[in-house]
């Protein structure tokens, strides 16, 4: 069965930079368009970076040109490169298929951006 394992969230300062990591496990990662969502406090739970199969992505315009993402297939991982951090960036990150497998959600990552 899929398992999503995210990681590399922590403590940043606001204009900072942070990476975080996704492992997925299962065979069929190549198949699918995959998505990092976000989850502020008191908010719900938004896809900020997609990638699809072929390697086409699309942001959310909170995002747009301080965010990438990007896929290993052959490491069945997808990354989130964030640059020039804002505290409204700060949140649990997760990241899932487009759609989410809903009851497949992973422990997430926990990113603080501090002013």
């Known amino acids: 069965q899929v398992q999503f394992v995210e990681s590399g969230g922590g403590l940043v300062q606001s204009g900072g930079s942070r990476r975080l990591s996704c492992a997925v496990s299962g065979s069929a990662f190549s198949s699918y368009a995959i998505a990092w969502y976000r989850q502020a406090p008191g908010k719900q739970r938004e896809s900020v970076a997609v990638i699809d199969t072929d390697g086409f992505t699309t942001y959310g315009d909170s995002v747009k040109g301080r965010f990438t993402i990007s896929r290993d297939n052959s490491k069945n991982t997808v990354t989130l490169q964030m640059n020039s951090l804002k505290t409204d960036d700060a949140g649990a990150y997760y990241c899932?298929?487009?759609?989410?497998?809903?009851?497949?959600w992973g422990p997430g990552t926990q990113v603080t951006v501090s002013s």
């Open positions: 899932n298929y487009i759609p989410p497998i809903s009851d497949r």
